[in-house]
């Protein structure tokens, strides 16, 4: 009869010990990652140059094309590179919005981040706002 009991609990003593053991040995996860802030362009971002890539540097890397970036007055270009990927992430590409007089610019990232309205396009967004209730009255 014990014989039958131990058949019967043993494999889930040694699974639940088994998972112990390996959560014990997990990395920790990573810290949290920094805000990234959509931005406000006064002009349109160039066209995307052409990239070669470079030869993929090991298993797991993923490339990241090259991108128009801006930095508050201009578009600088920030050249396309392998990353590797921490945790269960995917890499989302940036995205350029024509949004009236301007364009809406939401950084790559990965989707772990999260992204915030930055300073300049809030305060793009009041103007708008406050110039069509005045044209509304």
């Known amino acids: ?30 810290p949290p990652a ?7 362009a006064t002009e349109a971002p160039p066209r995307p140059r052409y990239e070669r890539r470079s030869p993929r540097p090991g298993h797991g890397y993923v490339w990241i094309r090259g991108h128009w970036h801006w930095e508050g007055t ?13 945790g269960r992430v995917r890499w989302i590409a940036p995205r350029y919005v024509r949004e009236g007089r301007g364009w809406r610019y939401e950084p790559g990232h990965w989707s772990r981040h999260r992204l915030v309205q930055g300073e300049d396009y809030r305060r793009w967004r009041e103007e708008r706002e406050r110039d069509r209730d005045r044209d509304r009255r």
């Open 1 to 30: 009869m014990y014989e039958r009991i131990l058949k019967t609990i043993a494999p889930a003593v040694l699974a639940s010990l088994t998972s112990a053991v390996l959560a014990a040995q997990a990395p920790p996860p990573p």
């Open 34 to 40: 920094p805000n990234l802030e959509i931005r406000f």
């Open 74 to 86: 201009r578009w600088a270009w920030l050249d396309g590179r392998w990353e590797r990927p921490e």
